[in-house]
């Protein structure tokens, strides 16, 4: 026997191993565990060029995508290229409260790449993490009657059975407008419940966090979305900091699977309440 | 940074230089080299499989098939299989390799 068909063989008796362990054998069915098919979805989301030198010291064949012509049209940077690039190796991996110098440098990053003004801590306020894990939040009510039949997208996600924490978008329906419906859209959640002097400053903080303006980005893709602060929490006990409307999340390209992803959540220095909500496509 | 969650702790340096330096045709060592990234693989899932608990598999596995690269899985595995399985894949790993040195002679 040939050292390929010995290989062959002990790919073959593993595989059967494996089979054994009735989840895994579902999964290895769908051939999406095997371990070119992994290289390859964790390629596609993580290649950039502060990866390429850990690319290469796997040993391994690589996926397609990081042939040379990948390469090249990873130069042809978008706006998320861009970001996933510069933020990668700057970026704790870790829930986080910036540092000041940690902070500038990363503003500094953003509106480079975006030309959205960025703040760690703006107005002499600051949440307790910069850097934290989003979670996926339902749809809000956004006036009473609202059901999730009424919502465009992402109906999948349920709606939360209470209000958000400023209550209802629009007083009625009739008075519903568009502004409300993309703050409902574009909403994001923080732990304003936890900060230090909230329950001291209650009526002061929580004027100035309603509606709140923030830029999301997911650090792993470069993918940044234009939020705004719709409701507090998440609890503690649930390892997250932040998190994001159905279709914050989808954006992020965090919906699927344990959609949960660690995030830069940043204050957008928008007094003029000119940046648009949504995801950032193009560099203002 | 790893591709898949556990790259840090394999060496396949040796049995790279081993199939590369070989005198088989270039379109075998390409297959042969799959082949060794699907045994360590196919390997280090199924001991993880054997330390986790049988309810735990399917979270295991939704988890690696939507990040394969996520550092969280370390910290998944360390809450539920072993609080030293960073050691242990290490190990585990150096096993499977040592069995393909073996398969590359024969």
Redo the contacts between chains.
Sequence with gaps: ????S???K??DF??K??GK????KK?FTKT?????N??E???R??AGAG?TG??LM????LPALLTPSHAESVKSASVSETLKNSLGPITP?TPTKLEDGEAKIIEDVILASTGLPTKATLDGQQLNHQVGYIGYEQHLRRYPGDTLLDHDDEQIAGIAPGLGAWGYFARSQSQFTTQDYLREKWYSVAQTLYLPNWNQDFVKLRDWYKYRKILVVNPVNGTAVVTVLGDAGPAHWTGKQFGGSPEVMKALNLH???RK?LVLFLFLDDPDNQIPLGPVTTKI | ????FY?HLVD??EV?LLIEN?N?LEN?K??????????????L??YI?QKLH?HQ??TF?????????D?ELISYLKDHASVDIEGELQREAEKLIR??KK????
């Design positions: 026997m040939n050292a390929l010995a290989l062959q002990r790919s593993l595989n191993k494996l362990h009735k989840a895994a999964f999406s565990l095997l371990a070119y992994l290289r979805k964790s390629t989301l993580l990866l850990a690319l796997s040993g391994v064949n991996h699927l699977g344990p992803g | 940074m790893s591709i898949i790259d396949k340096t790279i070989s088989q075998h390409g297959k042969m080299k799959q082949l060794v990234d699907d045994i360590i693989h196919q390997g899932i199924e499989l049988p598999h399917h596995l939704s988890r690696l098939e939507n990040a394969p690269y550092p069995e393909i398969d590359l002679s024969t």
